[in-house]
C-alpha cells in the first residue's frame, strides 16, 4: 500500500482521469438513451460487461452467494436501472448526477442504524444540508416540472446505499468478481422488466444508431471496465476516505458537460442546492478521511463507487 496520507502524482493524475470518464459517463449514456429505453439500456450494459468478464470470474465462497445475489440486484437491477431511467426522464445531466451523490449521507445514516456507527455532530449537520440541498433542487422550475425524475433518482441513490452496506459483508470477492458476478445475476431480471415495460425495445435494437450504442459500449466498457479497475487499482493501496474528496469532482465534470454539450442551463436554486448537497458530502468525506489518519487505515465501504 502507498503512504496512506498522501497519493502520489502519478496516482493523483490516475484519479482525475477516473473521474473525467465517470463524468462523461453520464453524457455518454444521455446519448444512448435517447433511442434505448432505460431497462432495456443497462441490459446491454451488463452483457457487453459480462462478456468481457466471463473469462476471469471465480466462483464465489458458498456463504456469500445470497449476500452477492441481493448487493447484485440491488446495484445492478434497481440502482442502475433507475438511475437511467432519472437521466433519461430529467432531460437533463446536472441534476442527475448532483441528486445521486445523495446516497453518502444516505449509506452514512444507514450505517448508524444497521451497523450501529457512531458519527459526531457535524457529520450529522452535513447529512441535513445534503438533503435540504436536494430538496432547494427539487424546487428549481426545471426539476419541479419533471418531479418523477427526481424522486426516481432518490431512490436509485437508496438502493445504492443499502447495497453499499450489504456490500460491507462481503468476503473472499474482488472488484472485477463482483463486476462479473453483478452483471451475470442481472441480466434475466432485466430481461424480464425490459420485456414487461419497454415492449419492443429488444426488437428495435437493429435499428439503433452508432451514436446510442457508443453509450452502450462506454457505460459497460470506459466507466465500469476501465474506470473501476483503475479505482480498485488505486483503493488497494490507499483508503477510500483518501479519494473521496476528490470524487466529487465527477458531478461537477457532468454539470460541466451538461452546460458544454447537452444545453443545460441550471438556474440558481440547482447551483445552491448543487453546492449544499456536495458540500454536506464533502465534510462526510472529510470526517472519513480524519478518522483514517487517526487509526489503522481500512478500506471503508461507504464512499466506495458501485462495483458495476
Known amino acids: ?16 482521469f477516473i473521474c473525467v470518464v465517470w463524468a462523461l459517463n453520464f453524457l455518454m449514456s444521455a446519448l444512448g438513451l435517447r433511442e434505448i429505453p432505460p431497462f432495456t439500456f443497462t441490459l446491454l450494459r451488463f452483457i457487453v460487461l459480462l462478456l ?4 476471469f470470474m471465480r466462483v464465489p465462497p458458498r ?4 449476500r452477492l445475489l441481493v448487493v447484485s440486484l440491488l446495484v445492478g437491477v434497481v440502482h442502475f436501472g433507475l438511475s437511467f431511467l432519472a437521466l433519461r426522464l430529467s432531460g437533463d445531466l446536472s441534476s442527475p448526477a448532483i441528486v445521486m451523490q445523495s446516497y453518502i449521507p444516505m449509506t452514512t445514516l444507514l450505517a448508524w442504524w444497521w451497523l450501529g456507527e457512531r458519527f ?3 457529520t450529522g449537520l452535513a447529512i441535513a444540508i445534503s438533503f435540504l440541498g436536494v430538496m432547494v433542487i427539487g424546487f428549481d422550475p426545471h426539476v419541479l416540472s419533471r418531479p418523477v425524475a427526481l424522486v426516481t433518482m432518490l431512490l436509485s441513490a437508496l438502493a445504492l446505499a443499502i447495497g453499499t452496506i450489504l456490500m460491507k459483508g462481503l468476503r473472499g470477492i ?7 458476478w453483478m452483471a451475470a445475476a442481472s441480466i434475466l431480471p432485466l430481461l424480464g422488466i425490459s420485456l414487461w415495460l419497454e415492449p419492443g425495445a429488444l426488437a428495435a435494437l437493429p435499428g439503433v444508431s452508432p451514436t446510442a450504442w457508443s453509450g452502450v459500449l462506454y457505460a459497460a466498457l470506459a466507466s465500469s471496465l476501465l474506470g473501476h479497475g483503475l479505482y480498485y487499482s488505486l483503493v488497494q493501496r490507499y483508503p477510500v476516505a483518501l479519494m473521496m474528496p476528490w470524487l ?4 461537477v465534470l457532468a454539470v460541466a458537460l451538461g452546460v458544454v454539450f447537452w444545453g443545460d442551463r441550471p438556474g440558481p436554486r440547482v447551483w445552491i442546492g448543487g453546492a449544499m448537497v456536495l458540500g454536506g458530502v464533502l465534510i462526510i468525506a472529510l470526517r472519513q478521511r480524519f478518522k483514517t489518519r487517526t487509526r489503522q487505515p481500512v478500506v ?5 463507487r458501485p462495483p458495476g
Open 248 to 251: 466529487l469532482l465527477v458531478p
Open 300 to 304: 471503508e465501504a461507504i464512499g466506495e
Open 120 to 122: 459526531k455532530w457535524w
Open 63 to 66: 456463504d456469500q452467494w445470497r
Open 174 to 180: 474482488d472488484m472485477p468478481n463482483q463486476q462479473g
Open 52 to 55: 468481457v468478464l466471463v473469462w
Open 1 to 16: 500500500m502507498g503512504d496512506p496520507t498522501a497519493l502520489s502524482r502519478r496516482d493523483f493524475a490516475l484519479l482525475l
